[in-house]
């Protein structure tokens, strides 16, 4: 049987004059405290003790006469815990749908209007301007990427970019 008593960090003492000292020790040091104070840590203590040893481990299924229930390998089996924390789902790889939305379709939501506006710009341009924003800024290529695939050079890539950018602003603006 665990004795709880050998280990916890909190102790009463009396005093030959029968006066009771409380203390618990922090970082090797005894503190001497209130009544209330060692009341206060010592139920809160006692609590985290039986939450940590007999809700969360080793938990196992039992049949209504109190005997442990085993599997096909004569193994005891184990019930899950009550309680999971966070970092236990993060390191297991676990992922919950949040049911608010993300910052991305916040902004698509928010200002849709605005959003149409930019693929209305995007549409009015030519057809080779057209390709060059879809490549840069839709499928994620690089500047170098694109000059390589359409036979530039880079620096020219990149003026286009900057006049088509541009132009795009005018557009939205007017």
Partial sequence: MYNWQ?????KNLENPDGS??????????????TKD???AYA???RKMEHFERRLKRDRVLQDSAGRTVTDE???PIKLPEREVSLEKLVGEEWDFESSELSPEDALILSEGAEVAKLHSCIDSLNESEQLLIKNLF???KTIREYAELTGNSK???ARQKTKIIDKLKSFFEN
């Fill in 6 to 10: 050998k280990n916890t960090n909190y």
């Fill in 43 to 45: 139920s809160s203590a």
């Fill in 138 to 140: 839709f499928e994620g």
């Fill in 155 to 157: 620096s020219s890539i």
């Fill in 37 to 39: 104070v060692y009341a």
């Fill in 20 to 33: 009771v000292k409380y203390i618990i020790t922090v970082d090797d040091t005894d503190v001497e405290v």
């Fill in 73 to 75: 390998n004569g193994l």
